[in-house]
Every structure is written in C-alpha cells, then in structure tokens.
C-alpha cells in the first residue's frame, strides 16, 4: 500500500510539473509575441526592378503576434521567383508583397517576360492555327508559311520548329483580360532569336502563316521536313508513304475518357 501511494504521488508530482511547465511555456510565447513564424527575407540590397531569384531570398522567424499579411511566407516563393520588386528592399529586410509587382502590372508587360537573347514577334495567322481559341500561352508550336509561286502554284514551307508561344491576341495567360477567341485570323506572339524573327516577319508580310501544335514535353526536331505543293496531294506515293505505318498509329497512345471508352 505505501508502494502504491508512493507511486501515486509522484504520478501526481509529474503531472503538476508538467502542467506549470505547459503553463510557463504559454505564459512566455504570450509576453515574447507568440510562436515563432518563418516569414521570408532578402540577403541583399535589391533595387527597384531587380528580379527575384532564389540567391536573393532567405527566412526568418519572428513572433506570430508581429506577422501580417503582407508578409510573404517561405510556402509562397515559388510565386514571386521571376518576378520583380517595385521598391528598394535592404538586406535582411522582410519582403512583403507591397514590394513585388505581381497580378496585372506585372503580368501585362510582355517585355518583362521576354528572357535576355530572345525576341517577342507577332505574327497574324490564319483561323484554323488559332484552334477555335484553344491557343495559349506557353504552348509549344511548329510554324508554315502558305505563299504562291510563279509556275509552281500554293506551296507550304516549313519555318521553325517547337516555338514558344508568348502571348495570344493579347493574352500573356498570367492575369490578362484579353479573351483568345476564335475568328479567321488573330495576333499570336512567339518566342524567337534574332534572325528567327527577322524570318517571321518576313514570311508574315509576304503569305499567311500556319500553326501546329506540339505536346509540351515534345521537343523533337522532324529534319524530313520540307516544302509541299500541290503535287504532293496528286502523288500515289507521296500519299502512301505519309500514311501510318501498322502498329505506329499516332493516336495509339490517346485513351478515352473512363465515360466513353469502350466495354
């Protein structure tokens, strides 16, 4: 009996610790400001225009009590990456969102999405290449140019493969309230070097230039490519050739939505 009233005792003994110690770590987060809250920092004097990269950025913690809602959290800086500070932000300084252009101002300047090296050109192409509006930003297309020739009538040239497509009819798809639809022709912007730009202007002011588009994790080059004319719809063999070999069909590998697939 004393055993277990000993034992029971010191049971008790331990909870009343345990309590105050609770009750003291209460106390103490509740005069320091609360839990600790990671917010997130730069390591560096950022100037008005800076991009933000991860080099750029850090956390802290500070108490929850003195966090907002400006503050921008460790969870969100994969928003801000790329984008740019409105402000100068002194090292160790927390960022809060105030300081990054984010939403319209940000996402309406084509020029700041335009990566160092490249060029932005606009094209007008024909309403089939806008797929009845599908066409967006970020997608990845190859480009044709339809033109006719002396003596050889309408023929189609391939231009340039797996293009970046910027914007369309206004559109960057991060915030823009162009609507991309359909029409029988629209303004699409595409992603290209210097030459290749100086390539598609040209093309664009003198024949009418086609879209298709590619998957996104599809960057094959096709070096077969080459000019069609209508000689190439007359062709038996041309036609033979260009039909999907057995086992190879292109669409094999598409499966029907669960609702229409097949019993």
């Known amino acids: 009996m004393k055993i277990g009233a000993f034992v029971a005792s010191m049971i008790v003994a331990l909870l009343g610790v345990g309590a105050m110690f609770v009750s003291m770590q209460q106390y103490q987060a509740r005069t320091s400001g609360g839990v600790p809250v990671q917010v997130v920092i730069v390591t560096r004097d950022l100037a008005p225009g800076t991009v933000l990269t991860e080099d750029a950025l850090g956390v802290r913690?500070?108490?929850?009590?003195?966090?907002?809602?400006?503050?921008?959290?460790?969870?969100?800086?994969?928003?801000?990456?790329?984008?740019?500070?409105?402000?100068?932000?002194?090292?160790?300084?927390?960022?809060?969102?105030?300081?990054?252009?984010?939403?319209?101002?940000?996402?309406?300047?084509?020029?700041?999405?335009?990566?160092?090296?490249?060029?932005?050109?606009?094209?007008?192409?024909?309403?089939?290449?806008?797929?009845?509006?599908?066409?967006?930003?970020?997608?990845?297309?190859?480009?044709?140019h339809h033109a006719t020739r002396d003596g050889e009538g309408p023929v189609t040239t391939p231009l340039l493969q797996n293009v970046l497509v910027m914007a369309v009819r206004g559109?960057?798809?991060?915030?823009?309230?162009?609507?991309?639809?359909g029409g029988s022709s629209q303004?699409?912007?595409?992603?290209?070097?210097?030459?290749?730009?100086?390539?598609?202007?040209?093309?664009?002011?003198?024949?009418?230039?086609?879209?298709?588009?590619?998957?996104?994790?599809?960057?094959?080059?096709?070096d077969s490519l080459d000019t069609t004319t209508d000689g190439d719809l007359r062709d038996p063999e041309q036609l033979r050739r260009l039909q999907s070999p057995v086992g190879a069909d292109p669409l094999a590998a598409v499966t029907a939505p669960a609702d229409v697939r097949a019993d």
């Open 61 to 144: 913690s500070m108490p929850e009590s003195y966090v907002e809602r400006r503050h921008v959290r460790p969870a969100d800086v994969h928003i801000i990456l790329g984008l740019r500070v409105r402000s100068r932000v002194e090292t160790n300084e927390s960022l809060v969102w105030s300081d990054v252009e984010t939403g319209e101002e940000g996402a309406r300047e084509l020029s700041r999405l335009v990566r160092s090296g490249v060029r932005a050109v606009t094209v007008n192409v024909d309403g089939a290449s806008g797929f009845d509006g599908l066409l967006r930003a970020g997608d990845r297309v190859d480009v044709f």
């Open 171 to 181: 559109d960057v798809g991060r915030g823009s309230d162009h609507e991309c639809g």
């Open 187 to 222: 303004h699409v912007t595409l992603a290209a070097t210097a030459e290749q730009g100086q390539l598609l202007l040209h093309a664009d002011s003198s024949g009418s230039i086609g879209l298709t588009l590619r998957n996104p994790t599809d960057i094959a080059i096709v």
